[in-house]
Structure formats: C-alpha cells, structure tokens
C-alpha cells in the first residue's frame, strides 16, 4: 500500500505541476534575461547569482519552473521495446502425479523503444533483461533530444541510465509482477546525476488472446527527483512482441546546479517491437 500510496503523490505532483510556465530546462543552467537583469541592478548592482554545490542550501530564492511538453503525435518510432515472454503461451509441462515440475529457464529480452513527445521532441529507449524463476536482471538507456527552450535552433539532449536486479513476488504462466532496485543516472546539458532508483512492473494476459496488459512506474528519489510511467498493451507472435501504449516522465533537478529548480514534465504514446527467448 506504500508504494501505491507514492505513486499517487509523484501523479499529483505531475498534474500540479505540468501547467506552470517553463523557465529551463532539467540539469540545464538558467540563462538570465534581460528584464531580469535589469531588476537584478536595481536591486543591487553588485549582487551575484552563485552556483548552488549539491548537498549545500543556496542563499538565492528557489524558484520552481516545469516544461510541459505538447500532447500530440509529432513523430512516431516503430523500434524494439523491452518486456517477457508469452507467459499464456508457454506449453505446460504435463508432470506425473508426485513429482516436481521441471524449473523453466531463464528468459532473456533484447530490445528498444521509440517514444514522441509531440512537438518538443523524442526518445529512443534500450532494453535488456534476464528474467529467472524469481530473480532476474534489467538495464535501460534512454536517449531523449528536445527541442531548446531558448529559443534557438539547438537541441537539448538528456541521456537516462539504469541498472536494477528484479525480484518476482508473483510469476506464473498468466504473467509476472516484479518488483527492482538498482542504481541510475542522468546526464543533463549541464550536470551528472547518480542516484538509487526502485521500480515496479507487471505483466498479465488477457483471458485467451495474444495480447498482455503491461505497466511499470520507477521512481528516483535524490539527488535529482524522477518518475517514470509507462502503460499499454503487448501482441504476442511466437518470440516477437509487438507493443504501444502511454508513456510519462517526470525530471526534477532540486536546485542543484544553480539554486534554481528546473523541471520536466513529458508525456506521449510509444511503439515498439521486441525479442524475448
């Protein structure tokens, strides 16, 4: 009940704060203007904005400031996407009465996964995951390209590493609910983050079709603040996977790089193909 419990705070952080205007980006210094210059002087002419170091309160104000990104397909990647196997289409191992059934082997997943973020930019995700009776491993890259919020023709670039071992509190045939803690990374235009990350996934299938319903949320809680939530539905075709849905993400800095919060909140369908064996 905890985690659900969190998961409905981090969403009613990102409602709250998807509408307020954009000031900068995540991990990115703030770019004075010139109206803020000019209050600047004439509060004090010889006053200066110091970088904040992390893990120490900075003398400036914090100021809040989220981008939202458009609703809308602006871009659409038909790439690889990361998830298990059939569990419905395993073949059940008839065992004789008394005996044990065989242990299944390990399941590996090779994949990638294309995410459109409307008219602010995208994403190319890659996946790998070995998924055992119970345990199991799961790495992640994500790669995401912005449009500037300056105004300018260049393009902000945010690089999202993870790495976590999965535990398996429920794994049958029908599906899987894994639960993960490890360790991720953000590289933003100006700053690294290293933090610990948890996560939580399910899979299930639905009655006798070839489709699953899948979701996963991760959530890192310092130094810099992240969420991301994905939700949709897998089409099984033997060891192919052919899969969509909604994915949302949520970057939050915490004031780290120049006592300025900057944030992030992006949201847009994704699409994908994967290999599991």
Same mark, same amino acid.
């Given at each position: 009940?905890?985690?659900?419990? %969190?998961?409905?705070?981090?969403?009613?952080?990102? &409602?709250?704060?998807?509408?307020?205007?954009?000031?900068?980006?995540? #991990?990115?210094?703030? /770019?004075?203007?010139?109206?803020?210059?000019?209050? $600047?002087?004439?509060?004090?002419?010889?006053?200066?904005?110091?970088?904040?170091?992390? #893990?120490?309160?900075?003398?400036?104000?914090?100021? $809040? $400031?989220?981008?939202? $990104?458009?609703?809308?397909?602006?871009?659409?990647?038909? +790439?690889?996407?990361? #998830?298990?196997?059939?569990?419905?289409?395993?073949?059940?191992?008839?065992?004789?009465?008394?005996?044990?059934?065989?242990?299944?082997?390990?399941?590996?997943?090779?994949?990638?996964?294309?995410?459109?973020?409307?008219?602010?930019?995208?994403?190319?995700?890659?996946?790998?995951?070995?998924?055992?009776?119970?345990?199991?491993?799961?790495?992640?890259?994500?790669?995401?390209? +912005?449009?500037?919020?300056?105004?300018?023709?260049?393009?902000?670039?945010?690089?999202?590493?993870? &790495?976590?071992? %999965?535990?398996?509190?429920?794994?049958?045939?029908?599906?899987?609910? /894994?639960?993960?803690?490890?360790?991720?990374?953000?590289?933003?235009?100006? &700053?690294?983050?290293?933090?610990?990350?948890?996560?939580?996934?399910?899979?299930?299938?639905?009655?006798?079709?070839?489709?699953?319903?899948?979701?996963?949320?991760?959530?890192?809680?310092?130094?810099? /603040?992240?969420?991301?939530?994905?939700?949709?539905?897998?089409?099984?075709?033997?060891?192919?996977?052919?899969?969509?849905?909604?994915?949302?993400?949520?970057?939050?800095?915490? #004031?780290?790089?120049?006592?300025?919060?900057?944030?992030?909140?992006?949201?847009?369908?994704? &699409?994908?193909?994967?290999?599991?064996?």
């Amino acid at each position: 009940m905890g985690f659900w419990k %969190t998961l409905c705070a981090a969403l009613a952080v990102c &409602a709250l704060l998807g509408s307020a205007p954009a000031e900068a980006r995540f #991990g990115k210094r703030s /770019r004075p203007s010139t109206s803020d210059a000019r209050d $600047s002087d004439d509060a004090d002419g010889k006053q200066e904005h110091r970088a904040t170091p992390a #893990g120490r309160a900075s003398d400036a104000p914090v100021r $809040s $400031s989220v981008r939202a $990104s458009g609703v809308g397909i602006g871009w659409f990647d038909v +790439l690889f996407i990361s #998830g298990p196997a059939s569990y419905h289409r395993r073949a059940r191992v008839e065992v004789p009465r008394g005996q044990r059934a065989p242990r299944p082997a390990p399941l590996v997943h090779l994949n990638v996964q294309g995410d459109s973020f409307g008219d602010v930019g995208g994403a190319l995700d890659l996946f790998m995951a070995l998924d055992g009776q119970r345990w199991g491993m799961d790495a992640r890259v994500s790669g995401i390209a +912005l449009e500037s919020d300056d105004g300018s023709a260049d393009t902000d670039r945010l690089t999202l590493l993870d &790495a976590h071992l %999965t535990l398996a509190p429920w794994s049958t045939e029908r599906g899987r609910f /894994r639960m993960e803690a490890g360790i991720a990374s953000a590289h933003a235009p100006d &700053a690294i983050f290293v933090g610990p990350s948890l996560a939580a996934s399910l899979e299930a299938c639905i009655g006798p079709s070839p489709f699953d319903v899948e979701a996963r949320i991760q959530v890192v809680p310092f130094p810099h /603040r992240q969420v991301d939530m994905q939700a949709g539905l897998a089409l099984h075709l033997g060891a192919l996977n052919l899969r969509g849905g909604w994915r949302t993400l949520y970057l939050n800095d915490g #004031g780290h790089l120049d006592g300025v919060v900057h944030a992030d909140l992006f949201s847009g369908p994704y &699409a994908g193909l994967g290999l599991s064996f």
